[in-house]
Nanobody
Framework: QVQLVESGGGSVQAGGSLRLSCEAS???????????MGWFRQAPGKEREGVTS???????SYADSVKGRVTISRDSSKNTLYLQMNSLHPEDTAMYYC???????????????????WGQGTQVTVSP
């Protein structure tokens, strides 16, 4: 059974940092490496939006709203995806979802692809 399990969410003050993790189970490392992986978020009353993605080649893409403040990375030895978030703003408050799709390239933008797998989400709350 393929699963994506996020962790690392929490509450921080504006300007703080958080590191989200997403462990993928049910994949071998060789298969995991062929997945486009990314993070989406959804704030209350808003549509889900793509935050960042990383493809099989290590190429990354970021939404303009987070560019320069967040970094996506993947550790294939652990089948784990990370999202390092710094200089957090209250408007970063949202449920963050890990996502995956079996394709080598994620496409042009952080939210330009359609995941086939989703995690259950982890809440990030940033207070002023």
């Amino acid at each position: 059974q393929v699963q994506l399990v996020e962790s690392g969410g929490g509450s921080v003050q504006a300007g703080g940092s958080l590191r989200l993790s997403c462990e993928a189970s049910g994949y071998t490392s060789s298969i995991y490496n062929r997945y486009c992986m990314g993070w989406f978020r959804q704030a209350p009353g808003k549509e889900r939006e793509g935050v960042t993605s990383i493809d099989a080649y290590g190429s990354t893409s970021y939404a303009d709203s987070v560019k320069g403040r967040v970094t996506i990375s993947r550790d294939s030895s652990k089948n784990t995806l990370y999202l390092q978030m710094n200089s957090l703003h209250p408007e970063d408050t949202a449920m963050y979802y890990c996502a995956a799709r079996y394709m080598l390239s994620c496409g042009a933008g952080a939210g330009s692809w359609s995941p086939s797998r989703w995690g259950q989400g982890t809440q990030v709350t940033v207070s002023p």
